[in-house]
Every structure is written in structure tokens, then in C-alpha cells.
T-cell receptor, first 115, second 113 residues
Framework: GENVEQHPSTLSVQEGDSAVIKCTYSDSASNYFPWYKQELGKRPQLIIDIRSNVGEKKDQRIAVTLNKTAKHFSLHITETQPEDSAVYFC??????????????FGQGTTLQVKP | DAGITQSPRHKVTETGTPVTLRCHQTENHRYMYWYRQDPGHGLRLIHYSYGVKDTDKGEVSDGYSVSRSKTEDFLLTLESATSSQTSVYFCATQDSRSGNTIYFGEGSWLTVV
């Protein structure tokens, strides 16, 4: 089955700097890669996702890149702000006809943005 | 947030007692999931459902059962709770009409003493 590894487990950056979180996956059939942000005591919230037919996707200060050959994908946050402090999870799944899209999650990265 | 409501939100129970967590959704989503979240493990899939009375096991299904008698409700049951089942439980639904995005409920904090 699918296995997702996420690094680093903790990341501390200065406000305004960039943050990068990396994930690798094992199942080459996986085709959907979402990123979730979870604040303390809250539910995971989808912040961006990418499908295997594209290599990069951006949404304002957030971007995700995907390398299918190497089976890894990364989250990039630019111009970090204190409100970006949270736990970030990557996930992988096989979406499509006949597939339920069960997500396999990485272990999470605690991002701290220091003012 | 896809209209997902979990109940109870917090529960303390004793070892050996049965516990049922309820997930209710108002969006008519076909797929529903139960995950547990523990420190160092991220979120792990317990069981999922792809329709009424259609359920299947996830990564960590031992000690759990589920039922889905209506589209809107997905129940997770711990037949005999153990301390290892102390966790935060998240229900999720999948919106196949908008790219299969998966949305999570607010979570249920369960402590087994």
C-alpha cells in the first residue's frame, strides 16, 4: 500500500522568510496530492492540492511542486507570517473512477513563524 | 466546511465500555471516512464508506466497526474501548462534484481511562 514520508517534523523560520516542506510517496499510481493546515485544536483544512498531470500549482503565497519520477512533492510558503504557524500535513491518494480517494497522510510538520 | 457535524465532541469513557461516535453531513456526499489522529502518526484511516451499507476497512481498523444506514450518517463504534483508542477522531466526506476534495469534521476527543 501507499506510504508517505514527510520532512522536516518541525520547522522554525523568521517572519518574511520562505518555508519548504517535503514529502515522498511510494505508490506510483497515486495521482492526487493535497496539503492540509491544522491549527491547534482545529480540523485539518485543505490549503492547496495538485494532481499528477501538472508539475506545479500556485495560490498567492503558497505553491506545490510535484516530481512524479522521483515520487516527491513539496509545499512552498513565501513571505511567511505569524498566522502561518500551524501543523501542515501532506497526503497522497488514487483518485478517479472506481476509487474512493482514501488519503494516506504524512506525519506532519510543525511550522513556527517567529515575528 | 461541507456541513459535517461530529458528536460527541468530547467524551471520557472507561476501558471495556462500548462507544459510538456519530458523523452527520448535509451535503449528500457519497464517500465518508473515519480517521484517528495521534502524535507522531498524523491521520490514519480507520474505515470508509462509499455508499449506504457499503463500508470497508482502512489502515487501522482493528477494534472498530462502522455502519452507514443513511447517506448522511456514518457511525464509528468501539465495541470495547481500550486505552490505546484514546485519540482524536475525525470524520471526513468527499465531494466528487468539485474535484473530489475531502473535507474534515471538527473532531471528537475520546479519552479511555
Amino acid at each position: 500500500g501507499e506510504n508517505v514520508e514527510q520532512h522536516p517534523s518541525t520547522l522554525s523560520v523568521q517572519e518574511g522568510d520562505s518555508a519548504v516542506i517535503k514529502c515522498t510517496y511510494s505508490d506510483s499510481a497515486s495521482n492526487y496530492f493535497p496539503w492540509y493546515k491544522q491549527e491547534l485544536g482545529k480540523r485539518p483544512q485543505l490549503i492547496i492540492d495538485i494532481r499528477s498531470n501538472v508539475g506545479e500549482k500556485k495560490d498567492q503565497r503558497i505553491a506545490v511542486t510535484l516530481n512524479k519520477t522521483a515520487k516527491h512533492f513539496s509545499l512552498h510558503i513565501t513571505e511567511t507570517q505569524p498566522e502561518d504557524s500551524a501543523v501542515y500535513f501532506c497526503a497522497a491518494s488514487l483518485h478517479g473512477s472506481g476509487n474512493t480517494g482514501k488519503l494516506i497522510f504524512g506525519q506532519g510538520t510543525t511550522l513556527q513563524v517567529k515575528p | 466546511d461541507a456541513g459535517i457535524t461530529q458528536s460527541p465532541r468530547h467524551k471520557v469513557t472507561e476501558t471495556g465500555t462500548p462507544v459510538t461516535l456519530r458523523c452527520h453531513q448535509t451535503e449528500n456526499h457519497r464517500y465518508m471516512y473515519w480517521y484517528r489522529q495521534d502524535p507522531g502518526h498524523g491521520l490514519r484511516l480507520i474505515h470508509y464508506s462509499y455508499g449506504v451499507k457499503d463500508t470497508d476497512k482502512g489502515e487501522v481498523s482493528d477494534g472498530y466497526s462502522v455502519s452507514r444506514s443513511k447517506t448522511e450518517d456514518f457511525l464509528l463504534t468501539l465495541e470495547s474501548a481500550t486505552s490505546s483508542q484514546t485519540s482524536v477522531y475525525f470524520c471526513a466526506t468527499q465531494d466528487s462534484r468539485s474535484g473530489n476534495t475531502i473535507y474534515f469534521g471538527e473532531g471528537s476527543w475520546l479519552t479511555v481511562v
